[in-house]
């Protein structure tokens, strides 16, 4: 059986795409002992986009922890720019677990290039984008699995012994959207005891008729089929979701009857359970919105 979950999803629960650098220090293992700089990780829209919808925000995944720790108020730590006028842009800071999220305004004008930047404590990142011409209204097309592939893999210092599953999918495109805006968040969604979704990769869009992304499944976990689910997400914050599909690591891919016939489906309380804070992002936005109105 399969179903799409037409769920919101978490911004800020995974950090993947990230900067890391190495102390000197070792462990007892021998391993390197990995710092992340404590500063952004990741901004949307992406440096260099074009045609960025007039109603996106700016938003900005910072290293984990990073608000617990920084005592500057967070709307110190974004400055954006028109740089066809040279005037700042004012706007409103909101932070949901790690991610900043900065909107303008009066929303951005049309056919207008900005430019700014992301404070934190080690390391600052610059942010450049063009807006188009229109608010971005349509969410972008689903993305469909092509292939998930299981290799057993031995522990490293990056990751413990189990199982390294890669998933292959067509990316999505987005009519009224910078496709470099879109990103991709991979769920687990049923596995031997595992209570709610977990966010196990996220990647952004990239151009390509594939995109694989990887995580690796502990080999205790690695005890019977599991299954995973696929969201796209753009830079308003529509959400589409692929198919749900599954596979047993250590039998084989077998899609659909596995995970009808192995696992439990989670009620929607506990998938919504593991998603609260892009839901919290999308009031937050809708409020704001509804004032303007008003």
Do not use: W
Not at 20 to 38: F, I, K, M, N, Y
């Amino acid at each position: 059986m399969r179903f799409t979950f037409r769920s919101l999803v978490v911004l800020g629960a995974l950090c993947v795409n990230g900067f890391a650098s190495e102390a000197l220090a070792q462990d007892d293992a021998g391993c390197p002992t990995v710092t992340e700089p404590r500063g952004p990780v990741e901004i949307f829209p992406a440096s260099g986009a074009t045609a960025v919808a007039l109603d996106a925000p700016i938003r900005v995944r910072y290293s984990a922890g990073f608000f617990a720790s920084n005592p500057d108020a967070p709307s110190s730590l974004i400055s954006v720019t028109n740089s066809d006028t040279g005037q700042s842009v004012p706007g409103t800071v909101t932070v949901l677990g790690d991610t900043l999220v900065f909107r303008p305004d009066g929303g951005f004008p049309p056919s207008s290039l900005f430019d700014g930047v992301a404070r934190g404590i080690d390391v600052d990142v610059s942010l450049s984008f063009l807006t188009g011409a229109a608010t971005d209204i349509t969410p972008p097309s689903a993305p469909a699995f092509q292939e998930i592939v299981a290799d057993e893999v031995a522990a490293t210092c990056e990751t413990v012994a189990g199982y390294r599953i890669d998933v292959s999918f067509t990316p999505s495109t987005d009519v009224d959207g910078a496709r470099g805006d879109i990103e991709y968040l991979l769920f687990m969604t049923r596995a031997p005891r595992l209570a709610v979704p977990e966010l196990v990769a996220r990647t952004r869009n990239f151009a390509g008729d594939s995109i694989t992304m990887s995580f690796v499944l502990e080999s205790e976990r690695a005890t019977g089929a599991i299954c995973l689910a696929l969201n796209a997400v753009d830079g308003v914050g529509h959400v589409v979701s692929s198919s749900e599909n599954c596979s047993d690591p250590i039998q084989g891919n077998f899609f659909d009857s596995l995970c009808s016939a192995s696992i439990a489906r989670p009620s929607s309380p506990s998938l919504y359970a593991a998603i609260p804070l892009i839901a919290a992002l999308v009031i937050t936005m809708r409020r704001r919105r509804a004032k303007r109105v008003r």
